[in-house]
């Protein structure tokens, strides 16, 4: 797992393991030797300190092989002209790709106008050399303190690094990045491109940094595009390492708005039930569903969370199983009405007319309650529920484990299955009807303003342009509460942003947390909304009726 090296202070923001004068230092105080071999390079420089600027040296000073010498395997040393691009593959599963502006700047301000040749070396190294130092601990007095730093962990993919250095001067802040291919298995998953930075103290650690590269995905590769040089790998599977304080800052977000999640869906429930009375529709139906499910959810995620710190040893172990179970049917039943709300919302937007169907509800609550309790029944008599544990280092690098109740990780090809690949086919679905009714919305304004024959603009252009803003709100505002209720926030865990980044697992933690706040709201809108309805009704019952639907048992 996690081979790396850090950086050390930097002088500018671009990222790079030396900065220039600190380079320029080095390479004075080290003696040149021309005539090593570069097959000896590595060798001779994993006995210094900081091995990694020893090689990035030599590597570009020494012979690449005796006269009539077997050629040194995935290692590229040779002279290339400046004024155009250059593409190389040290392996089969690696490609360089280099832009002529690149190569024009290696050359340096005092080779302008001589000879258009620089050299490019490009080496293959083992993971294994790459040492991660520990986490700095966060500092003392800024509690919370967002890490800047872009430290990421994982397993490098096929435990290879590619170093690539032109010329001898330190490339960063390059106008046309590098691109660099990797290519991977079907296996691999959340691939990221990260460079090396060595550590501050100069003990020959370091970490990996996504800064300044960008990662992109195709059938078989990760192409990375990096503004700078340096040593390059792909980590895959990566996961953010949270210090201390920002750990115990998450859990309390998490617990404090699950809580509050809890008392708010209670509320919510109140008043469907209320608009439920007061003027029965299926809608309002679904929406009861859904937010049952939320509370469900989030009353068993604390029970499952709490549960281990209370649990004594006397306590049956069947009891964290049930709660493990509960758990996960909830989940279920939040991602199955979600769905069923974007099936709804076809339904009432799109397919207006000519849709009586019978028992609706009903059929709704045994595809939403139904299929989760089938899932869950069948993973309970497999027995994959009980404690599950996250290690949690701390700032001097030692471990402890936090337990929750859920699936064993012995299970987590269930989890794969049950929960990501059931939430990946859900917002998919959900994503597909927003654009629909997005879609939909919008022929419907267009058809609405033709009909008015530009009426809208007869109190003035202020009064219009005012309108219009109220509008857009309007419409943003719709568009967000639908975005909530189809359950998307979900999807910010399956972006590589979020999963890698503080400040996307903040967001994420704090936006899926909220969900009953959110749904809250969405009930105090709507029951603006019945207000609204009944008090226009006698003023334009044609646009009423437009909106009813024939959703009766």
Known sequence: MGEGRRQPQ??????????????????TQTPTIQQILCKD??????????????????????????????????????????????????TLQHRVHIPSSALQRSRGAAQAGSEEDVQLVITVLDSSLFTVSPPPPPPKGRLGKLDRSFRVSGTVMGQLVLSVRVGHHKLSNLSQPIRLSFKHNKQADNGTCVFWEESAEENGTGHWSREGCDTAYSADEFICSCNHLSFFAVLVNPSIEVDPTNAVNLTYITYTGSALSVIFTIVSLVIYICLQRRRPEKAIGVHMQLTGALLCLHLGFLLCGLWPWLEDENVPGWVCQALGLLLHWSLLATFSWTALEGFHLYLLLVRVFNIYVRRYLLKLSVVGWGLPTVIVAVCGIVGVYGKYSVDVKDAT??????????????????????????????????????????????KMRESTRGASGGREGSGGWKTMYREKRARLWKDCATLLGLSCVLGLPWGLAGSTYFSVS????????????????????????????SRSDRNSS????????????????
């Open 397 to 442: 690098n030692n471990t402890s484990a936090a337990q929750m109740c859920w699936i064993s990780k012995d299970f987590s090809l269930v989890t794969h299955i049950t929960v990501v690949g059931y939430l990946g086919l859900v917002l998919l679905y959900n994503s597909s009807m927003l654009l629909v009714v997005v879609v939909k919305m919008w």
């Open 538 to 553: 006698v003023k334009d019952p044609s646009t009423q009726k437009m909106m009813e639907t024939s959703f009766n048992n």
């Open 10 to 27: 930097r002088s500018s923001p671009a990222p790079s393991s030396v900065s220039g004068s600190n380079w320029t230092s080095y390479a």
């Open 41 to 90: 390079v590595l060798q001779h420089c994993l006995g210094t300190a900081m091995w990694t600027r020893c090689y990035e040296l030599k590597i570009a000073t020494c012979t690449p092989r005796m006269p009539r010498g077997p050629p040194l395997p995935n290692f590229i040393h040779r002279m290339v002209n400046s004024s155009h691009e250059a593409e190389e593959r040290p």
């Open 502 to 529: 503080l400040p996307g697992l903040y967001l994420f933690t704090i936006c899926n947390s909220l969900q009953g706040v959110f749904m809250f709201l969405w009930s105090l809108a709507l029951t603006c909304k």
